[in-house]
């Protein structure tokens, strides 16, 4: 059984944690388009445009297969400044292509050079560090 694409969680009282999970292929196939990603997409620019602390280069709201073609899920993918990325680069590289999962938002992917490169092939970021 796949965890792709995410379904719907119901609400419980308990705080999840984010699982992350690192799936054998990663494929950007296009922008997240639509009534409530745009929403969520002018929220989040003005939350980040608004912080004096940059931790963002670059967010995208992309499409992504992970080798289920039929099944798409929706990923908010960043790449951080540079003073943050050194250290996780260095620490913890193996981790750059693991999705994080938490409740009912959008997956979270920490963007590596490499990925960013194909992921602006098919999508334009909708936050960029001025």
Not at 98 to 125: H, N
Request: hydrophobic share 35%; aromatic share 12%.
């Amino acid at each position: 059984m796949s965890n792709f694409p995410r379904k719907q969680e119901s609400s419980s009282e308990w705080v999840e944690l984010p699982e992350v999970i690192t799936p054998p292929h990663i494929e950007f196939v296009g922008e997240a388009t639509g009534p409530d990603e745009d929403k969520f997409k002018d929220r989040t620019r003005r939350l980040f445009a608004a912080q004096t602390t940059q931790i963002f280069r670059r967010m995208y709201l992309a499409r992504v297969s992970f080798g289920e073609p039929s099944a798409l899920s929706v990923v908010v993918c960043v790449r951080h400044v540079d003073t943050i990325e050194q250290t996780p680069q260095r620490g913890f590289k193996h981790m750059f292509s693991e999705i994080q999962r938490s409740g009912k938002f959008y997956d979270w992917m920490t963007l590596a050079e490499e990925q960013e490169q194909e992921l602006r092939k098919v999508c334009k970021p909708f936050y960029e560090l001025a």
